[in-house]
């Protein structure tokens, strides 16, 4: 193989898993990206930090397709590399730990997703002070898998933490923000706080609004949840309204098979409930 365009095959099938991914379509991001990967395996052998970085491509696609499974096997070879190859301390090891955290959030391993999350935002901290992004993150993710445990003020006081950390780190207007802000105002439904509950519903959907438009899937997500509020505090008509308003966008915008077009189904049934 000669070395240099090999190399540049290796990038180029990169950068399309990275485009093919940021487009929604992850079958061919993942296509890419293990192209990109058995190259680098074939160029460079096992031992290699170009394989690493390959592992953690890999990652994003199977993240979107919520094959977890598949995505931890993946970072966990990705860490192992990175920890032989750039030493423990390194932010690579530091950002596979704070992903690895996420994974077990989504697959409900709550107290694993606890455990990678803190030891991520411990090294991070330590290295990087308390106003990294990826502090914010790893903040964000705790909050979500208090949330999975039903600790719902746990939740909130993580979340508002990755709420003020994103503020300074990556300024106010940002996909991240919008996330913190919606899963605050979930814990506070779940505790039955009204008032905050919608309070910060307001600010997500607006801030969604604002980066979005309002034909996007974020915003159908923000009234879903919303309808489960209203519904849950016998507000009927507010429910009916931002149900409808969900569906007429998904009609639009997704696939008749897509998860929050399911979901808008649900919500319906239960405002007729």
């Known amino acids: 193989l000669d070395f240099d365009v090999t190399a540049n095959k290796i990038q180029i099938f990169t950068e399309y898993g990275y485009t093919y991914g940021y487009s929604g379509d992850f079958d061919y991001s993942e296509k890419y990206f293990k192209q990109s990967l058995d190259l680098a395996l074939e160029v460079y052998g096992l031992d290699s930090e170009k394989v690493a970085d390959r592992y953690t491509d890999m990652v994003f696609p199977l993240i979107q397709k919520s094959e977890w499974e598949k995505a931890e096997v993946a970072l966990k070879k990705a860490t192992e590399l990175n920890i032989k190859l750039r030493g423990p301390e390194?932010?690579?090891?530091?950002?596979?730990y704070n992903n690895l955290g996420y994974i077990y959030l989504e697959k409900f391993d709550n107290d694993q997703a606890i455990l990678y999350i803190n030891r991520a935002i411990d090294m991070i901290r330590e290295r990087f002070g308390e106003n990294h992004r990826s502090i914010g993150i790893g903040y964000m993710n705790l909050g979500a898998s208090y949330h999975n445990k039903n600790e719902y003020r746990n939740c909130i006081t993580y979340s508002l933490k990755a709420y003020e950390n994103f503020k300074v780190?990556?300024?106010?207007?940002n996909p991240y923000m919008g996330i913190v802000l919606l899963n605050t105002a979930n814990a506070y439904t779940y505790l039955n706080i009204a008032?905050?509950?919608?309070y910060y519903y307001d600010k997500a959907?607006?801030?969604k609004q604002e980066l979005y438009g309002e034909q996007h899937h974020e915003i159908v997500n923000t009234y879903g949840y919303m309808s489960y509020f209203f519904i849950t505090n016998g507000m009927y008509e507010e429910a009916f309204s931002?149900?409808?308003?969900?569906?007429?966008?998904s009609d639009k915008i997704l696939p008749v098979k897509h998860k929050l077009s399911a979901n808008n189904h649900l919500y319906m049934s239960q405002y007729y409930d």
Do not use: F
């Not at 390194?90 to 596979?96: C, E, L, R």
């Not at 008032?195 to 919608?198: E, N, P, Y």
């Not at 931002?242 to 966008?249: D, G, S, Y």
């Open 90 to 96: 390194h932010i690579s090891v530091m950002k596979n």
């Open 169 to 173: 780190s990556i300024g106010e207007k």
């Open 195 to 198: 008032d905050s509950a919608i």
């Open 205 to 207: 959907l607006k801030l």
């Open 242 to 249: 931002v149900i409808n308003k969900a569906i007429k966008i």
